[in-house]
């Protein structure tokens, strides 16, 4: 399995976003799937994370409202939709993939064995 995230930018605050992740690989089912953030000199953070069929998500405090996350398996898709950005939400945003039971829902970082490259999000004030 491979991701490749996408869908970054410079925006400013109270704007949207829609980031995607695009996987390859055949068992993309199996996996549950997360976004963290790591802003510069910081620690990488847990966003929000998907179970492997969806029915379950699971959000940081600082995003719970305003961050949503799905997937399409049948896509091999993963988005986190992002309204009313803050500064604060400044940082490269990362999705990863969690190897995991159908009723698992992993926040970890440590759980999370397959990162794809960053896409940068940057919001103004």
């Known amino acids: 399995v491979q991701l490749q995230a996408s869908g970054g930018g410079l925006v400013q605050a109270g704007a949207s976003l829609r980031l995607s992740c695009t996987v390859s690989?055949?068992?993309?089912?199996?996996?549950?799937m997360g976004w963290f953030r790591q802003a510069p000199g910081k620690e990488r953070e847990f966003v929000a994370s998907i179970s492997r069929g969806g029915g379950w998500t699971k959000y940081a405090d600082s995003g719970q409202g305003r961050f949503s996350i799905s997937r399409d398996n049948a896509l091999k898709k993963v988005w986190l939709q992002m309204d009313n950005l803050e500064p604060e939400d400044t940082a490269m945003y990362f999705c990863?993939?969690?190897?995991?039971?159908?009723?698992?829902?992993?926040?970890?970082?440590?759980?999370?064995?397959?990162w794809g490259q960053g896409t940068q999000v940057t919001v103004s004030s």
């Open positions: 990863a993939a969690a190897r995991t039971i159908v009723t698992d829902l992993p926040v970890d970082i440590d759980r999370f064995t397959i």
């Open positions: 690989g055949s068992t993309f089912s199996y996996y549950s």
